[in-house]
T-cell receptor, first 117, second 113 residues
């Protein structure tokens, strides 16, 4: 299995809702990431988990809460989002935290298109 | 902390070789350079990674000069399906367990029939 699977592919939520994005990989990668991408912009790093521990939080608002239940799963819990949080949310994994080494870079999922209304 | 600079856009005709250069003047000794391709509404796809000199795989080549302050992605004989945004990424250890994993603004490549 050489894929990162993200669910759901599309999500529409109200500003008072609570929802979760899920990400799964079975490549034995020990680092997993959440990125946010607005239209026509590059992906922006949100969180990095390395060996199931949160190692980077790029000053993301607390309405985004990551969780790494085990080395294959990564969740992003959403609560009280704003319309400006609408974006493509990408999950990625890599062999090590810099995406380097024999694993060669990050593997990205196809993303969750989130719309906050 | 390494920061990357790429051309915003490039046009090329089908069948031509395309070279996209990325500047990373502050690259650190242990940093690798990785290139990704992204189509609209999809996640970036790994193309190639290198540390120095030249790396080649089945889809591209990556040239890195001795000073490593830049790198050039070379796509041989592009086709319409190569129209995409190409990102250069340098992973930088910032100390105390913190890593800067920042994408540059990317280069939008448009392949013309």
């Amino acid at each position: 299995d050489t894929e990162v699977t993200q669910t759901p592919k599309h999500l529409v939520m109200g500003m008072t809702n609570k929802k979760s994005l899920k990400c799964e990989q079975h490549m034995g990668h020990r680092a997993m990431y959440w990125y946010k991408q607005k239209a026509k912009k590059p992906p922006e790093l949100m969180f990095v988990y390395s060996y199931e521990k949160l190692s980077i939080n790029e000053s993301v608002p607390s309405r985004f809460s990551p969780e790494c239940p085990n080395s294959s799963l990564l969740n992003l819990h959403l609560h009280a989002l704003q319309p400006e949080d609408s974006a493509l949310y990408l999950c990625a994994s890599s062999l090590g935290p810099l995406g380097t080494g024999s694993g060669g870079g990050y593997t990205f999922g196809s993303g969750t298109r989130l719309t906050v209304v | 902390l390494a920061k990357t600079t790429q051309p915003i856009s490039m046009d090329s005709y089908e069948g031509q070789e395309v070279n996209i250069t990325c500047s990373h003047n502050n690259i650190a000794t242990n940093d690798y350079i990785t290139w990704y391709q992204q189509f609209p509404s999809q996640g970036p796809r790994f193309i190639i990674q290198g540390y120095k000199t030249k790396v080649t795989n089945e889809v591209a080549s990556l040239f890195i000069p001795a000073d490593r302050k830049s790198s050039t992605l070379s796509l041989p004989r592009v086709s319409l399906s190569d129209t995409a945004v190409y990102y250069c990424l340098v992973g930088t250890y910032s100390g105390a367990g913190s890593y800067q994993l920042t994408f540059g603004k990317g280069t939008k490549l448009s392949v013309i029939p």
